[in-house]
């Protein structure tokens, strides 16, 4: 009889898919069989993405779907209402389809015996419970930021934020000497609309509730950055970093299709020269931004890599200045961010700072220049200028936008600082003994194994 089977559950987000679908792809290699639920309009993506690719991810790992309670024309890029939505429809959903897996067994299937559920998705913990299965959560972003969510109605309490997650007045909040201070204004739950940011807020709250109520909590990070906000949250166990984990390195999950053309183009470029600008997959930035953005990296006439999402992203609106074209850079819809980052001709990332990213390219010994936008993004932005010192932030003008001199000033800097890139070699070594056997986290990882199979 094989390994028991795990149904793998991620919030609907590439930052969130990634994640999961590689401490899936770990389960699946140890022989478990892996159910991994996208929702049917993520699910397409993926298969579409998939296309013409030698991807294995189909054959280790069961790919289905259930609906996210949106409409077919609605934006899931409303955080808010992309929520809304999960709540309503989403467990219902799941339970259903538990129970289809598990009355249709075929000879030596292995029924569902336990969800591994994002955090973001702990409202599973109900469903769970309903079925009678177990339960273990993963957490796609950092330790800090779990110890935040953890305290938000300290933060109540103690008159930071109102109860929908509004800051009461601006000040700087240290949850512990530990770990980097914040502005209340970049609380993780930031969005640009306040309608969707209460509406993240209230179901951040929530799902937290179920979350911390769970045996296994394990998150994307290891103990050597952030062992202060371990300390905070200490049933959070590190089991990170979570990386592309098949032979041929694929992230496996991807909702865009990966334009391998830049790995060839990377080939041709001299060692440590090029400038890799990504943003994630949520990212939109405005007109006058984008262009100062293309003027800056011309004027640093350096060659550079840049992924600019199609739809719904900067490439399909905006007009790239004239003198931009033909420059010594190279443009992709969507890479293969894993291989480019550990790819030897990359100089530095310019990056949202994801938590993905931030760990993609910690992993790799990449230096950061950091771009935050939303969410956590700002405190991963402390985390690596202030507290690892693998980065630098721009400066804005007064109206807010980065102009293309600050962005050529800052990339020489930080080509310039022998001691950022000592600093992310270092770190990257740390990162590199975290991976495989040995470290603490793949003991988090066995132990974690061996629960499964108690
Ligand atoms: O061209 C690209 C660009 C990105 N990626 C991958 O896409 C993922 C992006 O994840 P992340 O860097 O975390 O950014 P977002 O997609 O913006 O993730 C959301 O979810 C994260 C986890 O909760 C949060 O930390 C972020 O702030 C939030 O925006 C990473 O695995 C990248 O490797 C690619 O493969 N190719």
């Known amino acids: 009889m094989g390994r028991s089977h795990v149904l793998v559950l991620p919030y609907p987000a590439q930052g969130h898919v990634n994640p999961l679908m590689h401490f899936a792809q770990g389960l699946a290699n140890l022989g478990f069989k892996v159910t991994f639920v996208n929702t049917h309009f993520n699910h397409k ?62 000879f030596g299937d292995q029924p569902i015996t336990c969800i591994v559920s994002d955090a973001c998705m702990a409202w599973s913990r109900e469903v769970a419970n309903k079925l009678g299965i177990r339960l273990a959560m993963v957490w796609p972003a950092s330790a800090a930021i779990y110890s935040i ?3 938000i109605p300290n933060l109540i309490r103690d008159g930071y934020i109102d109860d929908e997650g509004f800051s009461i007045k601006k000040q ?57 906000a371990f300390s905070l949250v200490p049933k959070l166990l590190p089991v990170g970093p979570l990386l592309a984990n098949n032979d041929a390195g694929h992230s496996g999950a991807q909702f865009w299709q990966e334009d391998s053309s830049c790995l060839t183009w990377l080939d041709q470029q001299p060692s440590q020269s090029v400038i890799y600008v990504a943003f994630g997959s949520l990212t939109i930035i405005d007109q006058i931004q984008f262009q100062e953005l293309a003027l800056g990296l011309q004027l640093t ?6 992924v600019l999402r199609p739809g719904n992203n900067q490439e399909s609106n905006h007009v790239r200045p004239n003198e931009f074209h033909g420059s010594h850079g190279k443009i992709v819809s969507w890479a293969p961010q894993q291989k480019v980052l550990s790819h030897p001709a990359i100089a530095c990332f310019v990056s949202h700072c994801g938590w993905n990213s931030t760990i993609e390219g910690v992993s790799n010994g990449v230096p950061f220049l950091c771009w935050p936008h939303f969410l956590d993004q700002f405190h991963n932005t402390n985390y690596i200028c202030d507290s690892w010192k693998v980065g630098l932030g721009f400066d804005k003008d007064e109206s807010g936008i980065i102009r293309k001199e600050e962005f050529n000033k800052k990339v020489e800097l930080l080509l310039g600082d022998k001691n950022i890139r000592e600093k992310a070699f270092e770190l ?11 470290g603490q986290n793949s003991t988090n990882f066995s132990n974690f194994i061996k629960w499964l199979e108690a």
């Not at 054959?59 to 996210?68: A, E, R, Y």
């Not at 807020?201 to 799902?207: A, E, I, S, V």
């Not at 006439?301 to 840049?306: D, E, G, H, S």
């Not at 990257?428 to 040995?438: F, V, Y």
């Open 428 to 438: 990257k070594q740390i990162a590199r003994n975290n991976i495989g056997e040995g």
């Open 301 to 306: 006439n350096k060659p550079f890599l840049w």
């Open 149 to 151: 969510l953890a305290n």
């Open 45 to 106: 993506r993926v298969l579409a993405a998939m296309v013409g690719r030698n991807d294995p991810t189909g054959s280790c790992v069961n790919l289905v779907s259930i609906p996210d309670g949106m409409g077919l024309e609605d934006d899931r890029n409303d955080i808010g209402k992309l929520c809304e939505a999960i709540l309503i429809a989403m467990p219902k959903s799941l339970e259903e389809l538990i129970q289809n897996i598990n009355k249709t067994l075929e």
């Open 172 to 228: 700087r909040i240290q949850l512990s000497l530990s770990i980097p201070s914040f502005d209340i204004e970049n609380i993780p739950w930031r969005l640009g609309d306040s309608n969707s940011q209460k509406a993240l807020f209230k179901y951040l709250k929530r799902t937290f509730e179920h979350s911390q109520l769970t045996e296994w909590q394990m998150c994307n990070s290891f103990y050597e950055i952030e062992p202060g």
